[in-house]
């Protein structure tokens, strides 16, 4: 029997479970050299470890791995039920509380080796964590599709260390008691938004009103279904990135300005951006918690040792 050493913790309600240990071998060269072999080669670990009947479609998982970069307190891979992400701003708030439960940082900043590069994260004395993101961008303005039944939808193509398609104008109430509606009209913009030609989005984020009651100052409040058809549980750490590109770009965010955004549960991600040429380097913060250490045991005799998945 095989087992993994894994560290589950949630950012604003989102999980995120990062294996510490037991993990195999994905060679020496960079995290992104260090995917591509995680991806060709051991897919299964990853279905093992998210799927059920150890997780669920909402978990997001993670491998922590030696960085290539030895300026970096980490290298990180994340995952979900679907397949890897290029970046995860709530899953590296997790790895910074992660870090610290482990006593391998302290409070100060700490850079982060991905896939798609290297961010910075600081560990604030509160617990919180802040996370410079990777430059975000938005690619495309007023991109218009047609549902069936429903008529136009009109939303921005924007980058934020994933693909995301966002719209702020729409009539859909962002409630919890209304998410399997909203869960099923973000599926069907994503398909048709990926056969308008920008197959690389697999993010959908819907924006409307804070609920001032629960996030007093919130600047608005989101909806965003993932990957794997699971909606974020927290305000998603780079579609809050994606949006404060579009926002810049629109001249309705200043450098240094603070955006609260408001998840559905009613978690909140502070955002700021500083000018990088064209682009954005947005900065989110939040906060972590620490709620489970265990080990996955790997019993070669159970059919679903690795996993219930749809591929």
Known sequence: MKELHVIDSHTGGEPTRIVVSGGPYLGGGTVAEKLAVFRSAHDRFRSAVVNEPRGSDVLVGAILVEPSDRSCAAGVIFFNNVGYLGMCGHGTIGLIATLQYMVKIRPGEHRIETPVGIVTATLHEDGSASVKNVPSYRKK?????????????????????????????????????????????????????????????????????????????ADSRNFVLCPGKAYDRSPCGTGTSAKLACLYDDGK??????????????????????????????????????????????????????????S
């Open 253 to 310: 965010l200043r450098p240094g300005q603070v955006w609260r955004q408001e998840s559905i549960t009613g978690s909140v991600f502070e955002g700021t951006v500083e000018a990088s040429g064209g682009h954005i380097i947005p900065t989110i913060r939040g906060r972590a918690y620490v709620n489970a250490e265990a080990k996955l045991i790997f019993d070669p005799a159970d059919p679903c040792c690795w996993g219930i998945s749809a």
């Open 141 to 217: 303005k007023g991109v218009t599709i047609e549902l069936r039944g429903i008529g136009a939808v009109t939303g921005d193509v924007a980058w934020g260390g994933n693909w995301f398609f966002l719209v702020e104008n729409h009539s859909w109430a962002i409630e919890l008691g209304n998410v399997d509606q909203l869960t099923e009209v973000t599926w069907r913009i994503r398909q048709a938004v990926n056969a308008q030609g920008y197959p690389e989005v697999d993010h959908i984020e819907l924006f409307g009103p804070p609920k001032v009651k629960r996030a007093k100052g």
